[in-house]
């Protein structure tokens, strides 16, 4: 079974700053979905930015951007930046490709708190 | 566009109590469909997924059970709630056949006294 690790509990940073936020994953898998999702004190799920196993371009939306690192299994969320409102709980999440069209949802890690000090 | 509606936003049920949690999809047909469970300080542990009408599968034997009675309509159930059952519950769908993003309800805070 997968399973997904990100070793900082919570991290801080300052408004405007650049903050990286790690996660690493086990898998014996070679095709696969990584994913980081925000969830904010509405406690709503929100997908921030997908990155494809196969892809060796990292993804970027905006102020996200992503380090993914296949041999590594490691897959890092950067924020550049940083703006209030990006405080919230992220979450890094692995999805199979192989798992039947998706059937099997998505297997997360147990979250960092950001705090974004103004 | 497809949007998901969760409800009740939040929950408070005595202990043996039944429970009943709603989820609809609108804008999308024959989603997959999903119930977590967020406890709290932890990350989101798949309780059911469904691929279709009546097809439901559980991923942690517990007491709870879920149904699918129409295609973009999703049930949490429990007939005698425990205080363990106690936690923030996410439904989420995703387009059937891609192993791609889920997207994700508001979410349903249960306390169970």
């Known amino acids: 079974a997968q399973t997904v690790t990100q070793s900082q509990p919570e991290m801080s940073v300052q408004e405007a700053e650049t903050v990286t936020l790690s996660c690493t994953y086990d898998?014996?898998?070679?095709?696969?979905?990584l994913f980081w999702y925000k969830q904010p004190p509405s406690r709503q799920m929100i997908l921030v930015i997908r990155?494809?196993?196969?892809?060796?371009q990292n993804a970027t939306e905006n102020r996200f951007s992503v380090n993914f690192q296949k041999a590594a299994k490691s897959f890092s969320l950067k924020i550049s930046d940083s703006q209030l409102g990006d405080a919230a709980m992220y979450f890094c999440?692995?999805?199979?490709?192989?798992?039947?069209?998706?059937?099997?949802?998505?297997?997360f890690g147990k979250g960092t708190h950001l705090i974004i000090q103004p | 566009s497809q949007t998901i509606h969760q409800w009740p936003a939040t929950l408070v049920q005595p202990v043996g109590s039944p429970l009943s949690l709603e989820c609809t999809v609108e804008?999308?047909?024959?989603?997959?469909l999903y119930w977590y469970r967020q406890a709290a300080g932890r990350g989101l542990q798949l309780l059911f997924y469904?691929?279709?009408?009546?097809?439901i599968s559980s991923e942690v034997p517990q007491n709870l059970s879920a149904s699918r009675p129409q295609d973009r309509q999703f049930i949490l159930s429990s007939k005698k709630l425990l205080l363990s059952d106690s936690g923030f519950y996410l439904c989420?769908?995703?387009?059937?056949?891609?192993?791609?993003?889920?997207?994700f309800g508001q979410g349903t805070r249960l306390t169970v006294v």
């Open positions: 999440a692995y999805r199979s490709a192989y798992s039947g069209g998706g059937a099997d949802g998505l297997t």
């Open positions: 898998t014996s898998e070679s095709d696969y979905y």
């Open positions: 989420a769908w995703s387009v059937p056949g891609l192993n791609t993003e889920a997207f």
């Open positions: 469904s691929v279709g009408i009546g097809q």
């Open positions: 804008g999308t047909s024959n989603p997959n």
């Open positions: 990155q494809e196993a196969y892809k060796q």
